[in-house]
């Protein structure tokens, strides 16, 4: 099939900002990663995107597509344009980020946020002398929130970080969530002080951008 895609050229270094357009012919299995790696490989060299696993367990690949983020291994072409080939893909970094090169993202608000919330178990009491047995029922409500692949999808298109860097973004709090419900923690009161302050939980708008979006199901919010 024949694909089209308009992507959108950043070089911070120069201070220039543009858009390429390419035209290529792949198989209708094509998904996005593949189109734009082809497009490196054969097109041009000088693009430059993050991929790793192509499998939508690394997370790198995030990007945004019609002005939705998604991982684009997971974006098949055929889906994205509803099998019309006229149809222009338009493609561009992720939002809410600064941009390095194209479409790759400094990831750097992402992982401050992430930090902010302290994700990983404080116990208290004595150190076990075996395994922390937790019962089934008690881990359920926190599965999903396991699921996370760090992709960054949630924090490109969330709409309170649009106007307010101090909101401490949707996959942090659900981090957050994912550690303030493990009965194994012994901070969890302490955890929600600090979520319920500004830029915390409350400042969350309901849109369900983050939900949306969200490659693996997590739901932050």
């Known amino acids: 099939m024949k694909i089209k895609l308009k992507v959108k050229r950043t070089d ?5 900002t543009g858009y390429s357009k390419y035209e290529i012919e792949a198989p209708e299995s094509t ?6 790696i082809q497009v490196r490989e054969y097109e041009d060299g000088s693009l430059a995107l993050r991929c790793s696993c192509r499998s939508a367990i690394c997370g790198s690949c995030s ?9 684009a291994c ?14 222009e893909l338009s493609v561009e970094a992720m939002g809410n980020m600064p941009v390095i090169k194209d479409l790759v ?12 919330v302290d994700p990983y178990l404080r116990p208290v009491g004595p150190e076990p002398e075996s395994e922390y047995r937790v019962p089934n029922e008690s881990m359920i409500d926190l599965t999903h929130t396991m699921n996370c692949i760090m992709c960054g999808a949630c924090v490109s298109d969330c709409t309170v970080l649009e106007v307010d860097k101090s909101f401490t973004a ?3 709090l659900a981090k957050a969530y994912r550690f303030a419900g493990d009965p194994r923690d012994g901070h969890t009161h302490d955890r929600l002080v600090k979520l319920s302050e500004a830029g915390g939980i409350w400042d969350c ?16 919010m």
């Open 12 to 16: 911070p270094e120069k201070g220039t």
């Open 31 to 36: 998904t996005l990663l593949d189109a734009l």
């Open 63 to 71: 990007m945004r597509v019609d002005g939705r983020a998604r991982l």
């Open 74 to 87: 997971r974006a098949k072409i055929i889906a994205l344009t509803r099998g019309d080939e006229s149809h």
């Open 105 to 116: 993202n400094d990831m750097e608000l992402f992982w401050s946020k992430m930090r902010s």
């Open 170 to 172: 949707p996959a942090a």
């Open 205 to 220: 708008t309901r849109c369900n951008m983050c939900v949306e979006v969200c490659p693996k199901g997590v739901a932050p």
